[in-house]
C-alpha cells in the first residue's frame, strides 16, 4: 500500500527534475498527493484504468472531457514486487511530459523500494534492540527468549563480551544512513549483535567463542573509534565487560557499564578485568560517597587552591620536591598548604592512614560526585 507520507516525498523528489505538475494516486484511484494540493482527495479515472490495466494513459487536451477528473498528461503505473501499488501522473502537453515519463517512472519505483528496505532495517533494528534489552534484563530464561532469538536469527548460545560505547558530546540524531554505516562495520562477523540504546549509546555484543585475546578485542574496538571519528567526527568512550554465557550476558554488560565510567576518566578504552579499586567504588552508594567526602575532605572543599595542592600531591606519588615544581611555588609554600590541610581536616598528610583517607576523599571527588574542588 503506498502511503500518503511516502506519496508526498515522491512528488517534491520528482518535481525537482521536471516543471509540470505531479500527481501520485492510489489504486483506488484517489489522488493521495500532488503539486497542486487542491487535487488532493479528488478521484481521477484515468488513474484508475492504470491500476487495473497496468499499462501507461495519455490523455490529450481532448479527451480531458471523457474522464472523470483528469488533466491532460501521461501516466505510469508504479510497480513494486511485480504489483501495481499506484500511479504517478505528470501533467502537461503529452508530447512535451512524455519523454520524461519513464525516468520518472524508475525513479519513484527506486524511492518506493529504498523506503521499503530502509523501514525493514528500521523495524529490524527496533525489534533487535527491544530483544538484547531483554536478554540483558531476563533472569530467569524461558522459551520465548528463545524463540525470539531465532527469529531474529540470533545464536543465542555463543559465548560474549558486551562493549558500550558513548559517544561524546554527542547533541544530533543518527541518521539512517549514518546507524547503516555502524552496523555495516561489523558485518564481517555475523555473530556480533550492536543495538543503538538511545540516541547516545551503542551497546556491542562481541562474538568471543573463539576466544580473541584482549589486544584483538582492543584493536577491533579502537578500529570502529576511528570510523566514527573519521567519518562521522564523533569521539567516544568505550567500556568492555568480560565473556560470559547467554543466561549470564546481564554481568557482562554491568561489567562494562563499570569500565565506561573509568573510560570517561581515563580517555581510553578500559576493559572490566583492568579495574581494582574502582570495584569497590562503583558499588558504594551515592549518599555514602557524599557522606565519607564531607567528613575528610569537607572543610577545605571550598579552598581551591588547597585542593589542588592534594591533588598534585597524589599525582605526583607524595614527591613534595615535584609537588612545588609542578605547582609553581616554593617547597615551604608547599609544607604551609599541608599544614593548613591538616588543621581544617583533622588529618595528617604525613600519617599513611589519614593519607590514604584523603586519597580516597578526592578519588570520590573527581570520579563520583559533581561536588566541585
Known amino acids: 500500500m503506498l502511503l500518503a507520507k511516502l506519496a508526498e516525498k515522491i512528488v517534491n523528489e520528482v518535481r525537482k ?29 484515468g488513474a484508475l484504468i492504470v491500476s487495473k490495466e497496468k499499462r501507461k494513459l495519455i490523455i490529450t ?24 501499488i499506484g500511479v504517478i501522473g505528470i501533467t502537461g502537453e503529452p508530447l512535451r511530459v512524455t519523454p520524461f515519463g519513464e525516468i520518472i517512472r524508475k525513479m ?20 533487535m534492540e527491544t530483544f538484547v534489552m531483554d536478554w540483558i534484563q531476563t533472569k530467569d530464561w524461558d522459551d520465548s527468549i528463545i524463540n525470539r532469538a531465532r527469529i531474529l ?22 541518521s539512517r544512513d549514518a546507524w547503516t554505516s555502524m552496523v555495516k562495520w561489523f558485518s564481517p562477523n555475523p555473530n556480533d549483535i550492536v543495538v543503538r540504546w ?20 582492543n584493536k577491533k574496538l579502537e578500529g ?40 570517561k576518566q581515563k580517555m581510553k578504552i578500559i576493559f572490566d578485568e583492568e579495574l581494582t579499586l574502582e570495584m569497590v567504588l562503583d558499588e558504594l552508594s551515592p549518599k555514602t560517597i557524599h557522606d565519607f567526602i564531607t567528613r575528610t575532605i569537607g572543610p577545605i572543599l571550598t ?22 615544581d609542578q605547582l609553581h611555588i616554593h617547597i615551604n609554600t608547599l609544607h604551609y598548604r599541608l599544614k593548613k590541610i591538616d588543621e581544617y581536616t583533622q588529618l595528617n598528610t604525613g600519617n599513611i592512614h589519614d593519607l590514604l583517607i584523603m586519597y580516597l576523599a578526592i578519588l570520590f571527588l573527581d570520579v563520583h560526585t559533581k561536588i566541585s574542588g
Open 224 to 263: 570502529f573509534i576511528s570510523f566514527l571519528r573519521g567519518q562521522f567526527g564523533l569521539s567516544a568512550f568505550v567500556g568492555i565487560g568480560q565473556a560470559a554465557d547467554s543466561k549470564e550476558i546481564r554481568s557482562s554488560y554491568r561489567q562494562a557499564e563499570r569500565a565506561l565510567k573509568v573510560s
Open 61 to 84: 487536451k481532448g479527451g480531458e472531457q471523457n474522464l472523470k477528473g483528469v488533466k491532460a498528461g501521461i501516466s505510469f503505473p508504479i510497480f513494486f514486487q511485480n504489483n501495481v
Open 108 to 127: 519513484t519505483e527506486l524511492l518506493i523500494s529504498e523506503n521499503y528496505y530502509a523501514e525493514q532495517f528500521d523495524r529490524q533494528s527496533r525489534a
Open 303 to 324: 579552598d581551591k587552591e588547597l585542593i589542588a595542592t592534594l591533588k598534585e600531591l597524589f599525582k605526583q606519588n607524595h614527591s613534595l620536591k615535584k609537588t612545588s
Open 17 to 45: 527534475l521536471i516543471g509540470e505538475d505531479i500527481i501520485v494516486v492510489n489504486t483506488d484511484g484517489t489522488i493521495i498527493a500532488s503539486t497542486d494540493r487542491t487535487r488532493i482527495g479528488m478521484f481521477h479515472e
Open 198 to 217: 538511545g540516541n547516545e549509546r551503542i551497546v556491542i555484543l562481541l562474538d568471543f567463542s573463539n576466544n580473541p585475546t584482549k589486544e584483538t578485542i
Open 153 to 174: 536469527e540470533i545464536n543465542i548460545h555463543l559465548r560474549r563480551i558486551i562493549a558500550i560505547i558513548d559517544f561524546e558530546s554527542f547533541d544530533y540524531i543518527i
